[in-house]
């Protein structure tokens, strides 16, 4: 059998993959593409910059001996980049580098010359009038990374975090963008990520905003003509954290304005941090320029966290608390709340407040009763793409179906009962939902929504769906 570049990626990949974590390699190794094999050289292409780096900075010598085993001691490693097509050229163009296995060189110190800071430059954290640009950098110093556990739900956001605190703006992963559920540690990690960068760089000014207060500041510069004041004052910003910037959606002006900013503050070596509720796949309603730069740098997805990881959590929350708790109550509470680190912590918390204040004894009936109301009273997050599912599933249908534009009855009420409880169960606009349901206008929500309520009243099987609905998603 001949040696191909296919096989020999092929033996390696096998070798790799028994060596590192299966979400490792699903993600630095299944998307690379072997493409020729020129006497022990093997050429492999990569999507994109940061991944070579990548690669190049952990996993070096596992590929330097999966090669050898493959081709011997004189094997080498050449990486292909696809580059985007930026220049009008026709073919997007490539580059090759080959293998150093070695760590990058550092970067050499210069002075450069700074443009002086306008004194009557506005400040929108600062009260109107002071002449000072000195600001808060507003972030928690409880929020670090002592206190978040790495487990292997959270593995690349963490290190890919630690990675940007350690070299701000100097890394592919700029923007960094942390998506993930509720409670699952997006802002501890976007906090964590500038109190350790203060702490290396204390010369640095890194700010941490919401994306809602990002957009009331925006609105006020708006309302008192300071615009460009706001702007230019964003654009002094080393590190730029953003919380929540799902928020933006359906905000053209907003989005316009952090185009502006995210443009200056890429292109002169400065770090964004964003989060997230969703993938940048996933987001509604923003504008596709925005959407391509928040894929440019990386996407880490924060998911649920394993019974290991929820135990640790626990055990490090007791202690930092400096509370002792039997094993039993711990693993009791790890295993009945599953799916939300916030939860977690409140759980515990309820238990050490019952304990303290009500003098009663931690015992594993008592952590019953705490999770069993805690889990009752937590309110699901159900969100509309999961809603679109569960209805389409329930009239036996596929979401695009749902979606299309058809006036079949059985689908258009399956599309109308998909808007009613989008807006019974989410705080998303009209607009929103009608965006995100087949690209519909607020007003046909609005329509649905009294059609639903009308034919719950005299429709004797349409109030049967809306029955059967409800106790799927309550």
Known sequence: MSVTANSVWKNCLAFIQDNIQPQAFKTWFEPIKPIKLSDNALSIQVPSKFFYEWLEEHYVKLLKVALTKELGENAKLVYIIKMENTYGNREPFTEQIPSSNRGSVNPQEMDVPIKSKNPELKNPFVIPGIRNIKIESQLNPNYNFDNFLEGDSNRLARSAGMAVANKPGGTSFNPLLIFGGVGLGKTHLAHAIGVEIKDKYPERTVLYISAEKFTQQYIESVKKNTRNDFIHFYQLIDVLIIDDVQFLSGKSGTQDVFFHIFNHLHQNGKQVVLTS??????????????????????????????????????????????????????????????????????????????????????????????????????????????????????????????????????????????MFFAKKFTKASLASIGSQIGKRDHATVLHACKTVDNLAETDKQFRKYIEDLTKKFS
């Open 277 to 418: 509720d969703k993938a940048p796949v996933d987001m509604q309603d923003i504008e596709q320029r925005l959407l391509s730069r928040f894929k440019w740098g990386l996407s880490a997805e924060l998911q649920n966290p394993d019974y290991e990881t929820r135990i640790s959590i626990l055990r490090n929350k007791l202690y930092r608390d400096g509370v002792e708790m039997p094993d039993e109550i711990v693993e009791y509470v790890a295993k009945h709340i599953k799916t939300n680190i916030r939860e977690l912590e409140g759980a515990i918390i309820s238990l050490i407040a019952q304990s303290s204040f009500n003098k009663k004894e931690v015992t594993l009936e008592l952590a019953q009763q705490v999770v069993e109301k805690f889990v009752k009273n937590t309110k699901r997050e159900v969100s509309i793409d999961y809603i679109q599912k569960v209805v389409s599933d329930y009239f036996e249908m596929d979401v695009a179906t749902l979606q299309s534009k058809t006036r079949k009855r059985h689908i258009v009420q399956a599309r109308q009962l998909a």
